[in-house]
Nanobody, 124 residues
Framework: VQLVESGGGLVQAGGSLRLSCAAS????????MGWFRQAPGKEPEFVAG????????YYADSVKGRFTISRDNAKNTVYLQMNSLKPEDTAVYYC??????????????????WGQGTQVTVSS
């Protein structure tokens, strides 16, 4: 499985961006998907996750109410809509696929495939 993120960029505080993650392979629809981010000098952190069907989602407290994760299994794509962006959202954002079970994990080590990342910079 290959994952390719896009949609990052520079935006002012209060603005919005939508990240996309396009996946190769015919089994995308059976994978839970997650978004993680890593800011300079910090550990990677979980941002949002979505179950294989899209029926369950989970968000980090820091983004709850501002970010929305969704997926289109027909397009093999997962999205992260980011609204009301803050400077502290600045990070490299990665999408990841959990291929080894039906659950929706929060831990990085449970994800099997990773994209290359896309930079999001929020200016104050």
């Amino acid at each position: 499985v290959q994952l390719v993120e896009s949609g990052g960029g520079l935006v002012q505080a209060g603005g919005s961006l939508r990240l996309s993650c396009a996946a190769s392979g015919r089994t995308f629809s059976s994978y839970a998907m997650g978004w993680f981010r890593q800011a300079p000098g910090k550990e990677p952190e979980f941002v949002a996750g979505i179950s294989w069907s899209g029926g369950s989602t989970y968000y980090a407290d820091s983004v709850k109410g501002r970010f929305t994760i969704s997926r289109d299994n027909a397009k093999n794509t997962v999205y992260l809509q980011m609204n009301s962006l803050k400077p502290e959202d600045t990070a490299v954002y990665y999408c990841a696929a959990h291929a080894s079970g039906p659950d929706l994990p929060l831990q990085r080590y449970k994800y099997d495939y990773w994209g290359q990342g896309t930079q999001v910079t929020v200016s104050s």
